[in-house]
């Protein structure tokens, strides 16, 4: 029987999709407009309400993508879902990694009065995991078939990851004038802080979640029209030419 579904949703996903709407709504709602200033950064730390769950969400994605690219490479695990996990995922770490550079360069305008500082190793470092998982999502668009593609992918994923902890750590090994974070300090940030970054972080990781069984559905069904493809390919390929086992038995009569 033929399914009528048409699209890649399910009845969970649609839940899950409102749930995180609904979050993010809430989320803009009150940490961008009601929530109160900071005694400090004042108006700004409105932004970090987006910038840290943002940066918090990539590291997320890039390691879930790691951990699939490294059990793609290993022969007892290897398999094509893992693959489909590990570029969903990069995709996906891009997106939030974008978002983190954007608004911290928002919150850099107003805090240091510029935008951008290329002497602040948070920054570059932070820059470099963007560029370095862009160039992630190129190789896999090179020539080759799929295994040789995911292999690629794979090993550029496993160095690129290696980017995570120069990010988290940096302002710790470096002298940079990104702030060290608040949130492990006792009583340097409120609880209005506390409580926005949790509601951030879990709703962006719901929105993680559900991008993540939307593209690895899609990947699946790509999947399954390219073979499709093939094979109706090869068929067209065997009635162009003599039936398979004729062909000997016609040559041989022709000599």
């Keep these: 029987m033929t399914s009528s ?28 407009f009601n929530s109160p200033a900071d005694a400090v950064q004042r108006d700004s730390v409105r932004i970090l309400y987006l910038h840290v769950p943002a940066a918090e969400m990539a590291y997320v994605a890039f390691i879930v993508a790691a951990v699939s690219s490294a059990a793609y490479l290993w022969k007892r695990t290897r398999s094509r879902a893992w693959d489909r996990v590990a570029n969903a995922s990069v995709e996906l770490g891009v997106v939030f990694t974008g978002i983190t550079l954007a608004t911290g ?23 470099l995991l963007f560029v370095m998982f862009l160039g992630y999502l190129a190789v896999r668009r090179l020539d080759g078939n799929d295994d040789q593609r995911a292999r690629r992918s ?11 902890p120069l990010v988290h750590y940096s302002v710790e090994w470096f002298q940079t004038t990104h702030p060290v974070s608040s949130l492990e300090t006792p009583g340097a940030i409120d609880g209005t802080f506390r409580f926005l970054h949790f509601w951030g972080l879990v709703t962006f990781l719901l929105g993680y979640v559900w991008l993540m069984m939307h ?41």
């Design 5 to 32: 579904r048409t699209g890649t949703g399910t009845g969970a996903t649609r839940v899950l999709g409102l749930a995180t709407l609904a979050m993010f709504v809430a989320l803009l709602a009150f940490g961008l």
């Design 154 to 164: 794979a090993v550029v994923c496993l160095v690129a990851i290696l980017d995570v």
């Design 105 to 127: 360069m928002m919150w850099g305008r107003i805090s240091w009065g510029v935008y951008w500082d290329w002497a602040d190793a948070r920054l570059v470092s932070t820059l």
């Design 215 to 255: 593209a690895n559905r899609i990947a699946m069904l790509e999947d399954k029209v390219a073979g499709e493809d093939l094979a109706v390919a090869i068929a067209e390929r065997q009635r162009e030419g003599v039936v398979p086992g004729a062909t000997h038995g016609t040559a041989g009569v022709a000599g």
